[in-house]
């Protein structure tokens, strides 16, 4: 792969004269000074081109009080300083959200690639295995750019020829901590080139309060919380189905209860249908006026809500078969939404094996059958793994909230998540900390989003029962 250096050869030599040494010594070849003043030129002028296509805004920062400087005197250097730091310190103070998209953010990309990445690039990739020394020579991927937003470090990576993604993925613990961040993202920006997000800081550290309940009719995407970019979590369930798993206080009534208060004016209109299933009557239960008639706590009434699901269910698929392939909620034709708070229980758990059988099938005819004729399934549970859950697969978007192992994280979000940053496992267990935090994975993306959906408070859930039970059980 590498060419042998000068030397090397001298190791497959061997001497048929006892005691005697082989001296081999390398031809000397002196090149010309006029040939190494060239490239140290060339190199020079180079390097000269690249810091000003790089990093315009420094050099000129720095360049333009070193000329007048020289040419006028300190006096006028001064002058040139401070007038622009007079300007922009107004700026600063008043409007500081376009002055960092402007300058502030691009003035710390560059600080830190010079004092962070660069200067640390070398020995990171080296002692983590993504560098190569050989004979002599260091092969690193090459440092591409970094920028920075509000809260983390974009860091894009020329990989070396031949390495591949899971290389890098395999790693991240290496990087982060090579580079002083909590963690380390890997996503592929496009062949050959990765992005590393290093998080400076968390945006998610401060608890969410329930959002306000939607004035627009509408059957999703359900806006539910807040993704760590600082854009809104929009959760889709109206054409596909959401499982969403955790360990005990991580949050998944938060999700369940965001979701359903999306939906609430639609439900009031007669375009969507919330049916609930609580086993551990615990959760749905503080608000089941909402529900009506399709709320089902014990094992056999979830058994029959179901099974009432299926038939409805295939009796609109017999409707619409030869006719349309997708739906339009409707009046007649209402999105319906069935919330499984612990599923588990009635899968894994049910000691009743008719009953267990019953249920089973149910879900398996609805997250299989149910998308194209207007049925969706939010299923909650505890424990990911397949004997306890073995449909897990037939959901196309899935979201981790904390998990007690590191394993669970791929059971749930599929291979590799973990890999790529989905670190559930690390997820802080303090509620006000890491309660509704999450790692989302959509049908259409491989790479995980973090994510923390609001808190709906007992009063929030109260104030909802009292103003949209009443539509809701149309």
């Known amino acids: 792969m590498f060419k042998k250096l000068p030397g090397d050869e001298a190791r497959t030599l061997v001497t048929t004269t006892p005691d005697t040494a082989i001296v081999f010594r390398p031809a000397v070849v ?16 180079a390097g000269v081109i690249r810091l000003l296509w790089r990093h315009p805004i420094a050099v000129t920062v720095l360049a333009v009080p070193t000329v007048l400087g020289v040419l006028y005197g300190w006096r006028i250097a001064v002058i040139a300083v401070t007038v622009p730091v007079s300007i922009l310190a107004p700026w600063l103070f008043f409007d500081r959200s376009s002055f960092n998209r402007w300058m502030g953010w691009r003035l710390l990309a560059w600080w830190r690639l010079v004092w962070i990445y660069r200067r640390h690039w070398q020995p990171v990739m080296v002692i983590s295995g993504l560098g190569r020394h050989l004979h002599g020579r260091d092969y690193l991927p090459r440092l591409a750019g970094v920028t920075c937003t509000s809260w983390a470090d974009l860091v894009t990576v020329k990989m070396l020829t031949g390495q591949s993604v899971k290389d890098w993925t395999d790693r991240i613990e290496h990087l982060a901590h090579g580079f002083g961040a909590t963690s380390c993202r890997v996503t592929v920006a496009r062949s050959g080139r990765l992005l590393l997000t290093f998080p400076r800081r968390d945006p998610l550290a401060v608890p969410l309060p329930a959002l306000p309940i939607p004035e627009v009719v509408s059957v999703g995407p359900v806006e539910i919380g807040k993704c760590e970019d600082g854009t809104p979590w929009r959760l889709t ?8 798993a955790g360990a005990t206080g991580s949050g998944k009534g938060s999700i369940i209860w965001s979701t359903i208060r999306g939906l609430l004016p639609a439900v009031r209109a007669g375009l969507v249908q919330v049916w609930a ?16 008639d399709r709320y089902a706590a014990s094992p056999a009434a979830c058994a029959d809500l179901l099974e009432a699901a299926v038939k409805i269910m295939q009796e609109r698929a017999d409707r619409f078969a030869g006719v349309q392939r997708n739906h339009t909620p409707t009046l007649d034709d209402p999105f319906v939404l069935v919330v499984v708070d612990e599923v588990a229980f009635l899968t894994a758990y049910q000691s009743d094996k008719g009953l267990k059988v019953r249920i089973s099938a149910a879900l398996a005819t609805l997250t299989t059958q149910g998308r194209a004729v207007g049925f969706g399934v939010m299923a ?3 424990d990911p793994r397949k004997e306890v859950m073995n449909v897990r697969n037939l959901f196309p978007d899935k979201i981790a909230l904390r998990l007690d192992e590191s394993e669970q994280v791929d059971m749930v979000l599929g291979d590799g998540a973990r890999n790529r940053g989905a670190l559930a496992d690390h997820i802080s267990p303090v509620p006000t900390q890491g309660a509704g935090i999450g790692y989302v994975r959509l049908e259409t993306s491989p790479d995980p989003i973090r994510a923390r959906a609001g808190y709906v408070s007992d009063a929030d859930i109260r104030a909802m029962v009292r103003d949209f039970a009443e539509g809701a059980n149309r």
């Open 30 to 45: 002196r090149t010309p000074a006029i040939f190494t003043i060239t490239i140290f030129l060339w190199r020079l002028l």
């Open 237 to 244: 369930v109206h054409g596909t189905h959401v499982l969403v």
């Open 277 to 292: 299933l609580d086993p551990k009557r615990m959760e749905l239960s503080f608000g089941r006026d909402l529900f009506g």
């Open 380 to 382: 909650a549970l505890q």
